[in-house]
């Protein structure tokens, strides 16, 4: 069906690993023509492993200790997804800035996806901070990495209106769902060959 190899994708996690299965299963199923060659964590009991332990995916844990500043942390991250020959590298809940070590390394080549309508509400707590706000919307928001917090080029967004009585854990839900689809989308835009980015612009492909 497919005349080339799939995508190798690297996933950076840090905890439950919902996005990640939601890909995983994607992946099984067809829908997107990848193969995830290494599931990194940066916490050695991330639930997420034992998910990708579940479906044979190769998993090493990356703790911080042991590395005095960021920049080499992720020269390490670098090495280990190079020698996986990772295409592109998801990530999936990972709860780090990236430097410029990684930026560099996987130019336009490393997603993340955001719990807010970006440039609204970046950071920690942005279900929260929509709230607090009193946004009637909020929603997703995958993106390519830059140096910054979730200051990226944006490829998706995805829409989820805000309920006058919602608290945060029910915004998370109903976003977490938006997340699955939003995210699996992007990536398979990705590996299709249907993104270009000029400048803060993503162009996707008709």
């Known amino acids: 069906m497919y005349g080339k190899p799939p995508c190798r994708l690297g996933v950076l996690v840090s905890g439950s690993g919902t996005n990640l299965q939601a890909i995983i299963d994607r992946i099984e199923s067809g829908e997107i023509h990848a193969e995830i060659v290494c599931v990194i964590s940066n916490k050695a009991d991330a639930y997420a492993l034992t998910r990708a332990a579940q479906h044979r995916i190769p998993v090493v844990v990356h703790e911080n200790a042991g590395f005095t500043e960021?920049?080499?942390?992720?020269?390490?991250?670098?090495?280990?997804?190079?020698?996986?020959?990772?295409?592109?590298?998801?990530?999936?809940?990972?709860?780090?800035?990236?430097?410029?070590?990684?930026v560099n390394a996987f130019p336009h080549a490393i997603m993340n996806i955001h719990p807010a309508l970006l440039p609204s509400f970046p950071g920690l707590h942005a279900q929260q901070q929509?709230?607090?706000?009193?946004?009637?919307?909020?929603?997703?928001?995958?993106?390519?990495?830059?140096?910054?917090?979730?200051?990226?080029?944006?490829?998706?967004?995805?829409?989820?209106?805000v309920e006058q009585d919602d608290t945060e854990e029910a915004l998370s839900a109903r976003i977490q769902k938006a997340e699955h689809q939003t995210f699996a989308a992007a990536i398979k835009l990705f590996v299709q060959g249907k993104i270009r980015v000029v400048g803060r612009k993503v162009i996707i492909a008709k």
């Open 130 to 161: 929509a709230l607090d706000y009193g946004v009637r919307y909020s929603g997703c928001t995958v993106h390519f990495v830059d140096c910054g917090t979730d200051t990226g080029p944006i490829i998706l967004q995805t829409v989820v209106p």
């Open 70 to 102: 960021r920049r080499s942390y992720d020269a390490a991250t670098v090495e280990i997804l190079r020698s996986h020959n990772v295409d592109l590298v998801i990530m999936a809940g990972f709860m780090r800035i990236l430097t410029d070590v990684m």
